[in-house]
């Protein structure tokens, strides 16, 4: 068996480095791209194969152009719509895909798809050239780019679908399913695996189907029948999803998430709810009442920032919320977060 090697970057290369990323006039966040680049010489001293150096190269490059492509639009809220390549311009899944884009468009949202033909095309033209964002992937049977997203410029190219994948739900606070085959059922199932584990943090997914559609409650019969009596879920994971016909409804579940919920933050063994509007005192009281059994320990209380919040400047002036959460029920926050949406002190 082969043994990882132990080579420790020495001093002086570390040093030059850093002089490098001075030169370069970077000040920000200089350690980070100091670990980066010291990562890379690590793996030329380990004798990484030149395969594995292609793979490195070829990931960091492609997340560097998608990072690029996103970062004029940090602040605008953005949804990904996950559907069939193969879904023509007639079909009623098609219409779906384009209407849901037009309305989350009309709302403020930008549309992030896999910038290829079908419901990815149709989410594009739905949510417009203004709205749209394309992450596509290089296939040598699958065509170019759709002409929305290529057309300005909004649009990186990927090699490999992991790195895809990451930017697909990296970036996005909402989530639609169009009915699809093996990459649609993929991408929906990691995005369950993300939040029922708890290494995302809660967003809104909807499983969105033509009027009349079966096709996801196809997947909830197999829920019902299979996952849950064999114990490999558990009862109330697929609660966390909208199962809908409806553009409108399916509208309201992304939008209505997002109502009082900011974002959140854990320090140490506390999790910090950032929201739009506080809670009264009662609204508090009957938090604690329906979500106690998810603490590990105390009470959910209102609290200032914290004080690495405050280093970091993060979201200062929003009222907050926090709790010492049982972390093997981190799964179940989207509860919390919805209940919070539903005050009568949130924002309407």
Known sequence: MRTVPDNPIPHTVTEALRAAIATAGITENAELIARILATGIGLGMDGTDRLNLKITTAALSEMRSAFQLFAPYEDVPKVTIFGS????AHDKL??????????????????????????????AEGAGPDHSLGVSIRLPFEEKPNAIVEGNA???????????????????RG????????????EMFELLTLQQTGKAEPVPIVLLD????????????????????SGVISPHDLDRVLITDSVDAALEDIVGFWRNFDSMRWVGGMLVLRLNAAPTDAEI?????RFGDLLAAGRIERTDPMRVERDD??????????????????????RLIRALSDLDSAPR
């Open 85 to 88: 390549a193969r879904t023509l």
């Open 94 to 123: 098609y219409r779906q895909a384009s209407e849901i884009a037009a309305a989350l468009a009309r709302a403020g949202w930008m549309v992030v798809t896999g910038a290829g033909p079908g419901i990815m095309q149709a989410a």
């Open 154 to 172: 909004r649009n990186v190219a990927m090699k490999y679908f992991f790195t895809r994948k990451l930017m697909l739900v990296k970036e996005s």
């Open 175 to 186: 989530f639609v399913c169009v009915p699809g085959g093996f990459g649609t059922l993929d």
């Open 210 to 229: 033509e009027p009349g559609g079966t096709f996801w409650h196809g997947l909830q019969r197999f829920v019902d029948e299979q996952l849950i009596p």
């Open 285 to 289: 009281e009957v938090l604690n009442e």
């Open 313 to 334: 400047e993060d979201r200062l002036g929003m009222p907050r919320l926090a709790l010492r959460m049982d972390q093997t029920r981190v799964g179940e926050l989207f």
